[in-house]
């Protein structure tokens, strides 16, 4: 059962010629096929639907596998978690887990399979059309094709003046048209450059679809995700044009729009070419965005990881300079910084494995409280990975439950050191806002969203004194604020608030400033300054910008003068100012990085804000 594709009935995907993969017989219309030349019968006899018909069966299986994975993490796993304890318990979830594995690896390779099969569809349906467009064209010039495609003229006789017909039966010559040579040779070029444009297709995808094959095992290794992503890359060469590249720079409203355009099958073959960039699109469904980034996560976490073990050997850290002195050596230096880039990336995967693994478990992360700060939710929901890029700093965007079905959703910004490699301790904040707020009073649907999605400042000076990381960041996370509401299931409320710690309030504070914060709460904790003087700036309806500074939190104080709003010569306006207008929560942890303590007095208030429940805030 946990074998992938061949002991699922399709016949694997160890397929060869491109007309084997749509035909398991190798035969088209009754006539073998052998994928080094297409005659002209073949062509003419040909229809591209059976390719696309077969891409369905192939969807169908990508679609089902896709389904499978998601009931076992979401649904079966997830109970397993939350109800059983026990050595028992940890060898079925790791046998559900590595059967999910399968499930996903069979779905993304089912897809590029359907998307090459389409693909050799289009292109042979153009070959077929340039053929019989030449048919039918010869035919109108008085011409004759032949079933073998050769093109034959037979010209009119037209007799001289005095001359009778019965003559050239008495070996008479009359006058006659002569044969067009320059138009039959045309005709018959225009067949020939079909034949060839079919033959190419049917060269090309049979070379392309006998890559994707795979091996009868068990285990989903780095080796397989590699290999799928090698396989995407052939595929995506090998198709061309046949799909259109992604929109880029549009609106969430546009984006939205081009994707529910297509359909169910166009898509799985869009985010089988390209998973990164439909994983990036705001404002589509968050289950697509989903699908597209977890492909794109198991590719480059396997990428990560082959090139991690494959570095070669340390070179000296100093190295002799003119026989004189030791210098720095650069080879070592460059070797150094990949090694550290590799293994902090990894380490941020890893962190969001174990979120996705997380699902159904009531307190998954016990190492990160204390004995007295329990969580008071139930087990946490699904998570959703709606953003993920590796590279430099790297970027995840998770969310806990899907903000699509969900009345209330928080999005948490982090300040500063954020980073792909960092962001166990902003998960651990999300979940526990998640509980929290799931546990009031009414069961209110909730999503809680950790947003790594900008460039973030590494350090406190002189990167976390500058704005340029806050203005940058801002235009996308308007983006993904207005992709969340059109996006949103239009059936459940859409109560949508923001949660911004440290630096990261100076980004909402920019992004209100430079655009519209789609947003009808924002809370800040540990604010240093927004860049505007007045909540009322914020875009939000009055009264809904809220505060948070423990008593010992130095950033708000150390913060004012590069990130506050400056009012006369030495006044720097920061949310903890009374003149801004924000309401003051009471805060009753300590230090800058606490304030989403489970089971704390200022978690239980950002809860209650999230679900509305503003009477019941505890302020100041």
């Keep these: 059962m946990a074998q992938r594709v061949e002991e699922c009935g399709v016949g694997g995907l160890r397929v060869g010629l491109a007309y084997e993969a749509a035909f398991p017989a190798g035969r088209l219309n009754g006539e073998l096929v052998t994928g080094v030349m297409v005659t002209f019968a073949q062509l003419r006899a040909l229809d591209p639907a059976q390719f696309e018909e077969a891409a369905d069966g192939w969807h169908k299986v990508s679609s089902n596998a896709s389904a499978s994975k998601d009931r076992l993490d979401n649904e079966i796993n997830a109970k397993l978690r939350g109800a059983l304890k026990g050595q028992g318990v940890g060898t079925a979830l790791g046998r559900l887990k590595r059967l999910s594995e399968n499930f996903h690896y069979m779905q993304v390779e089912c897809a590029l399979v359907l998307t090459a099969l389409n693909g050799l569809a289009a292109e042979l349906r153009a070959a077929k059309k340039k053929l019989d467009n030449a048919v039918q064209d010869a035919r109108d010039a008085g011409m004759t094709v032949t079933a073998d495609g050769t093109v034959q003229y037979t010209p009119p ?324 604020l207005a992709g969340l509401h059109t996006s949103h299931d239009p059936s459940a409320d859409d109560h949508l608030s923001v949660q911004a710690h440290s630096y990261g309030s100076v980004l909402v504070g920019s992004a209100a400033r430079q655009g519209t914060l789609e947003a009808d709460d924002v809370m800040f904790s540990g604010s240093p300054g927004v860049q505007v003087g007045r909540a009322e700036d914020l875009d939000v309806p009055p009264g809904h910008v809220w505060n948070q500074r423990a008593q010992d939190d130095p950033v708000p104080r150390l913060g004012a003068p590069t990130h506050g709003h400056r009012e006369g010569l030495t006044q720097y306006i920061t949310p903890n100012d009374p003149i801004f207008g924000a309401k003051q929560m009471t805060t009753d942890t300590k230090g800058h990085g606490n304030y989403w303590l489970a089971g704390s007095e200022s978690l239980e208030n950002q809860a209650r804000v999230v679900v509305g429940r503003y009477d019941e805030v505890q302020l100041k």
């Design 157 to 480: 006789v037209v007799l001289l003046p005095g001359q009778e017909y019965h003559q050239i039966r008495e070996g008479v010559t009359p006058y006659a048209l002569t044969t067009p040579a320059n138009q039959v040779r045309a005709f018959a070029d225009r067949i020939g450059d079909a034949l060839k444009d079919a033959a190419e297709a049917d060269g090309k995808y049979a070379k392309t679809l006998g890559k994707l094959i795979t091996v009868a095992d068990l285990s989903v290794t780095k080796e397989d995700w590699t290999d799928a992503d090698a396989d995407r890359g052939a595929v995506k060469k090998t198709v061309g044009d046949y799909l259109r590249d992604i929109p880029k720079d549009k609106s969430p409203k546009d984006n939205a729009a081009w994707w529910k355009n297509l359909s169910k099958e166009e898509q799985a073959e869009y985010i089988s070419l390209y998973p990164a960039g439909v994983g990036k699109l705001d404002g589509l469904p968050v289950e697509d965005r989903d699908e597209a980034n977890r492909v794109w996560f198991n590719e480059q976490r396997a990428k990560y990881q082959t090139e991690l073990d494959n570095l070669p050997p340390e070179p000296k850290p100093r190295q002799l300079l003119a026989g004189r002195s030791m210098v720095p050596n650069e080879k070592w230096t460059e070797w150094y910084n990949r090694k550290k880039h590799l293994e902090g990336a990894l380490d941020g995967m890893m962190r969001i494995q174990m979120r996705f693994d997380s699902t159904g478990k009531a307190d998954p992360f016990p190492a990160k409280r204390p004995a007295d700060h329990k969580p008071t939710g139930d087990g946490l929901p699904p998570a959703y990975l709606l953003g993920f890029d590796p590279e430099n700093n790297g970027r995840a965007i998770i969310a806990n439950g899907n903000p699509d079905t969900a009345d209330h959703t928080a999005v948490l910004v982090g300040g500063i050191k954020s980073r792909l490699s960092g962001l166990y301790t902003p998960m651990v904040s999300g979940a526990n806002l998640w509980q929290a707020a799931s546990a009031m009073p009414g069961e209110p649907k909730v999503s809680t969203i950790t947003w790594n999605g900008y460039d973030a400042p590494q350090n406190l000076f002189p990167e976390g004194a500058l704005n340029r990381y806050a203005d940058r960041g801002a235009g996308d996370f308007n983006d993904f």
